[in-house]
């Protein structure tokens, strides 16, 4: 089966700093897609950043961005000037074939402690 | 643009009973998914349309769960009957070209069979 996996089950950090969250993903396929998602306690599902695995350049989006290692089909989130807010689950994500649906790995809860 | 609506938000319900979860995607979105995501694991992939027709159920248990999206808009996941194992959230989530701009989830509906 082809996987996503988040060796990260929970992680802290001090408001201000910086987190890395690590994700890695197993694939047969050139093309495809990889998502970082949030999901606060409403259970709302939100996109925090976007990668295309053609592209070489690592997505940024503000406060948050990833090294993206295709060869290695390492994907990992960082945070940085960590914020309250920002405690959640997230959660690795890729697309999986012509159909686009979705694959998720098993989260890693993040706890911003003031 | 008005989110994905999910209803409702809560359900307990008793083993063997039926229940049903609506969903309305965000407008212009052809593809409609319905995800499972059991206590403490990531999302699972139960049944995908596009428009109004079904693209991937092979995860779908077809013995008890079934969905219908007629009109290609909004969608009705039933299951019937239930087991102490269907307790999780059901996700709803919506995408204007298989994925290639991002996917947006609704809030969910927790369901809790006793």
């Known amino acids: 089966a082809q996987t996503v996996t988040q060796s990260q089950p929970e992680m802290s950090v001090q408001e201000a700093e910086t987190v890395t969250l690590s994700c890695t993903y197993d694939t047969s396929e050139s093309d495809y897609y990889l998502f970082w998602y949030k999901q606060p306690p409403s259970r709302q599902m939100i996109l925090v950043i976007r990668?295309?695995?053609?592209?070489?350049q690592n997505a940024t989006e503000n406060r948050f961005s990833v090294n993206f290692q295709k060869a290695a089909k390492s994907f990992s989130l960082k945070i940085s000037d960590s914020q309250l807010g920002d405690a959640a689950m997230y959660f690795c994500v890729r697309s999986q074939g012509g159909s686009e649906k979705l694959v998720f790995g098993k989260g890693t809860k993040l706890t911003v402690n003031p | 643009e008005a989110g994905v609506a999910q209803s409702p938000r809560y359900k307990i319900i008793e083993k063997r009973q039926s229940v049903a979860f609506w969903c309305n995607p965000i407008?212009?979105?052809?593809?409609l998914y319905w995800y499972q995501q059991i206590l403490g694991q990531g999302p699972k992939l139960l049944i995908q349309?596009?428009?109004?027709?079904?693209?991937?159920d092979s995860q779908l248990p077809k013995d008890r769960f079934s969905a219908e999206r007629l009109k290609g808009v909004d969608s009705t996941l039933k299951i019937q009957p239930a087991k102490l194992e269907d307790s999780a959230v059901y996700l709803c989530?919506?995408?204007?070209?298989?994925?290639?701009?991002?996917?947006?989830f609704g809030s969910g509906t927790r369901l809790t069979v006793v």
């Open positions: 349309f596009q428009n109004n027709g079904v693209v991937d």
């Open positions: 407008s212009g979105h052809a593809t």
């Open positions: 989530a919506s995408s204007f070209d298989r994925g290639n701009y991002g996917y947006t």
């Open positions: 990668q295309e695995a053609y592209k070489q």
